[in-house]
């Protein structure tokens, strides 16, 4: 099978494609044959040796996968050879095939095709995750959402909307706004001319925003901060800025809120029952169609890293998928 490896920490551009041997699944494990498998803002830190998990090297990077099940792993029950399933795999996805744990897979919902079950799990997960179990968004709260036209970002904007909450989205250009508009945004702002913290005061008839979903850093987050309404809630996402901001920490103090790390990884992990549920409700709203991911790029294998770099580039809106043409 064909494979991106990773076999010294870097940049994209160090990324190789080689044949590997097929692996093989052990018990409670499926072999999935890859058909789409997402691209996501971790699979740049994971191959510079960034990320929280640090896999030995060689390996593919890649974290959720669309498929179908080659082959099952003693004691697996409830899929069988020829399933379509999307799994989470953390990395070893940009590959034509992959082992994965059989409680990490779901089955594909009917009508759903392979790119766009590919980029579902991690982002919409990541999102509902954090408004649901992090934040508790109640109907009728104002959430804002920084980087709103990337992958997570986009997800937060539709799930928001989903949930009964008025969705403020921010982001860099108005090609992107117009994306955020379409997919639930009530109001947006273009923080890359408009004073970010300034939009929040007279969007909100200076109250502030109940919930501000930040997978950014850098500049941005303190000023979304001094935006928060009482009894806020400011979720720590990621650092696509590339910057991990010191934020005052007089700030939540003097506006009574809460700074809420989102880490869904370790949630899959330690609470595998709700994520269960989690990814159930999520399932059932795509199938309302309430819910609608937005793939704007695919790529073959061989151009991974042009995949990665337009996502560091901040190219993609939405998501963007590598196919293997399987």
Not at 159 to 182: F, Q
Request: net charge neutral; with cysteine; aromatic share 6%.
């Amino acid at each position: 099978m064909r494979a991106v490896l990773c076999k010294a920490w870097g940049p994209p551009e160090s990324l190789v494609v080689e044949e590997r041997p097929t692996p093989r699944p052990g018990p409670g494990q499926v072999l999935v044959g890859v058909k789409a498998c997402g691209v996501n803002f971790p699979d740049t830190l994971i191959i510079q040796g960034k990320y929280q998990f640090k896999p030995e090297l060689p390996f593919s990077p890649g974290g959720e996968v669309a498929g179908t099940v080659l082959a099952l792993g003693e004691g697996v029950q409830g899929f069988a050879v020829g399933d379509r399933v999307i799994a989470a795999t953390t990395w070893g996805g940009y590959a034509e095939e992959v082992v994965a744990e059989a409680g990490r897979l779901i089955p594909m919902p009917d009508g759903m095709d392979f790119p766009v079950a590919a980029a579902f799990t991690l982002t919409y997960g990541t999102s509902h995750h954090a408004l649901k179990d992090r934040a508790k968004l109640q109907p009728g709260e104002t959430l804002l959402v920084l980087g709103a036209a990337g992958g997570v970002g986009l997800a937060a904007v539709e799930l928001g909307k989903a949930m009964g909450a008025r969705v403020i989205a921010a982001a860099s250009s108005e090609d992107k706004l117009a994306l955020c508009r379409a997919h639930g945004a009530t109001d947006t702002i273009d923080y890359s001319r408009e004073d970010l913290r300034e939009r929040i005061k007279q969007l909100t008839d200076g109250r502030g925003v109940d919930v501000v979903y930040d997978p950014v850093g850098g500049d941005y987050s303190e000023p979304a901060l001094r935006g928060m309404a009482w009894n806020g809630r400011f979720l720590v996402v990621g650092f696509a800025a590339g910057r991990i901001p010191s934020l005052p920490l007089n700030l939540p103090l003097l506006k009574g809120c809460a700074i809420v790390g989102v880490f869904w990884g370790a949630f899959t992990r330690n609470e595998p029952q709700r994520n269960a549920a989690n990814l159930a409700e999520l399932m059932q709203w795509i199938g309302e169609g309430k819910l609608k991911p937005h793939v704007s790029a695919t790529y073959p294998l061989e151009r991974a890293a042009d995949a990665l770099n337009d996502l560091l580039r901040r190219k993609v809106q939405g998501k963007a998928v590598l196919l293997t043409g399987r």
